[in-house]
């Protein structure tokens, strides 16, 4: 992927960190491959919560695909 597109999806990740960050979780963007797969390392609050797995699709990843549409997918990383 491009640098534009990786410009764009740090630009998603500040307009959403605000919401994790809210309940003591955050994100970091780790990579994005060239098939448009997005990796992201959830932190804080976020390792081990049982709706962070909710949170990557409902939250990170809808918003990521609305302002990146493309990107296919998010998945997180340990």
Do not use: F, H
């Not at 630009?11 to 955050?26: C, F, N, Q, S, V």
């Not at 962070?52 to 699709?57: G, H």
């Amino acid at each position: 992927m491009n640098q534009n597109v990786k410009e764009r999806i740090s630009t998603a990740l500040e307009m959403i960190r605000p919401y994790l960050k809210a309940d003591g979780g955050d994100v970091e963007l780790v990579n994005v491959t060239e098939d448009g797969i997005v990796e992201v390392k959830l932190t804080g609050a976020c390792v081990g919560c049982p709706m962070s797995q909710m949170t990557l699709r409902a939250g990170v990843e809808r918003a990521l695909i609305r302002e990146v549409p493309e990107i296919r997918r998010v998945e997180a990383i340990i």
